[in-house]
């Protein structure tokens, strides 16, 4: 198992496109995270997933943003029509977890993303 | 709602000194507190956690953490740093409902 992993590594892209990417997490989590983090701030919850059902979705999600776990594997996050304020590192994670329970959670790499 | 204060953006301190990075958290009801670690150019790293049971949490690379509930701190500490200890720290908060909340972050250095 090499870790959770997220494709493309950097997106630059213009204002107005739409731009989707993708995580793997490891094989045996079932839950998966998406997070957003910019220069000087930690993390910033997305939405996360267990398994293929999406369980949360933080406010700071726009409509303009949406997430898929399609039978539970592999996820993407897709951003419509991108605005400068996107730009941002994209981060995703997965853990094992049960009912009630916190339980570490695993990073890829993360999208570097940036809108031009 | 919850949060995590991290009051240090940055913290200096000499190799193989003890070396300290304070939390604080506020959450209702038991909280579930994680530290992880960035590197440059590398992902977010799990360093360790506490759920319940003793106060003190060890972790990797000789890391440790102090739970402390009538002060709702998690400091992050170790008794001789070294310079590839040099990274970004990020102590995090959950209430049971799954989503982790982080700190903004302490930039931590050590000077050789």
Sequence with gaps: DT??????????????????????????????YWYRQTLGQGPEFLTYFQNEAQLEKSR???DRFSAERPKGSFSTLEIQRT???????????????????????????GTRLTVT | ????????????????????VKCTYSVSGNPYLFWYVQYPNR????????????????????????????????????????????ALYFCAVSNRDDKIIFGKGTRLHILP
Excluded: W
């Excluded at chain 1, 993708?22 to 998966?32: F, K, Q, T």
């Excluded at chain 1, 304020?85 to 994209?90: K, L, T």
């Excluded at chain 1, 994670?93 to 959670?105: K, N, T």
């Excluded at chain 2, 790293?45 to 003190?56: H, P, R, V």
């Design chain 2, 43 to 86: 992902g977010l790293q799990f360093l360790l956690k506490y759920i319940t049971g003793d106060n003190l949490v060890k972790g990797s690379y000789g890391f440790e953490a102090e739970f402390n509930k009538s002060q709702t701190s998690f400091h992050l500490k170790k008794p001789s740093a070294l310079v590839s200890d040099s």
């Design chain 1, 60 to 62: 700071l999600l726009s």
């Design chain 1, 3 to 32: 870790g959770v992993s997220q494709d493309p590594r950097h997106k630059i892209t213009k204002r107005g496109q739409n731009v989707t990417f993708r995580c793997d997490p490891i094989s045996e989590h079932n839950r998966l």
């Design chain 1, 83 to 109: 605005e400068q304020g996107d730009s941002a590192m994209y981060l995703c994670a997965s853990s094992y977890g049960l009912a009630g329970g916190s339980y570490e959670q695993y990073f890829g790499p």
């Design chain 2, 1 to 20: 709602a919850q949060s995590v204060a991290q009051p240090e953006d940055q913290v200096n301190v000499a190799e193989g000194n003890p070396l300290t």
